[in-house]
């Protein structure tokens, strides 16, 4: 998938280095209990790879093409725990920091709602982070996703008493989404 600036597409072998880097930074992992090494970010990766060969949509590797073969991930993953809202497909995205401040979450977020409504059919799109991730709910509110405070939720992967234990959830229809 293309969009003004970017390219959505499936893993490379030479995606894995640069998807390292930016696990290992303290700061794109702030709101996740800790940063990875190379083989759990390997590890990661082959995850939302096999998601997009299974499913035909997943967290797309996203290219800039003439800036960079690989700034991060953007895209659609099924929720793979238990919660109030689940079955549901997340909308989500992880960049290493060199990208941010630069709009690309936004539009690529913006095209893989678009194809989840338009190309797969689908009603209805959730994402969720720790209510201090302002970058990411920003991203949400942007595409026009919409915060639904009843829903919010304990994560049921995080340890009780955890500070990320509490997550925000959002929504997003094809009528929400931001053109
Ligand atoms: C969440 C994340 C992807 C957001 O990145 P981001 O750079 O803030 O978001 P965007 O790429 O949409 O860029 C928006 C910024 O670019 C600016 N911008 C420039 N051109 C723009 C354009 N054409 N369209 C929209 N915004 C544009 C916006 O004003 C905004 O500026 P700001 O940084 O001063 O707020 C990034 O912070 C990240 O990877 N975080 C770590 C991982 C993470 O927490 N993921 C979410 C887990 S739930």
Redesign the pocket.
Known sequence: MTTARTILRQWRTDDLPLFAALNADRE?MR?FPTSLDRAQSDAVAHRLAQHLETHGFGPWAMEIPGVTPFA?FVGLMRVGFDAPFVPAVEI????ARAW????????AATAAARYAFDTLGMDDLVSF?VPA?V??R??MQ?IGMRHCPDEDFLHPLVPPGHRLRRHVLYRLNADELKA
């Not at 989500?92 to 960049?95: F, K, N, S, Y």
Request: aromatic share 14%; net charge positive.
């Open positions: 794109v709101h991060g989500g995205w992880r960049l941010w401040s630069k709009g690309y979450a936004t539009e982070t991730n970058r990411s920003a991203v942007r």
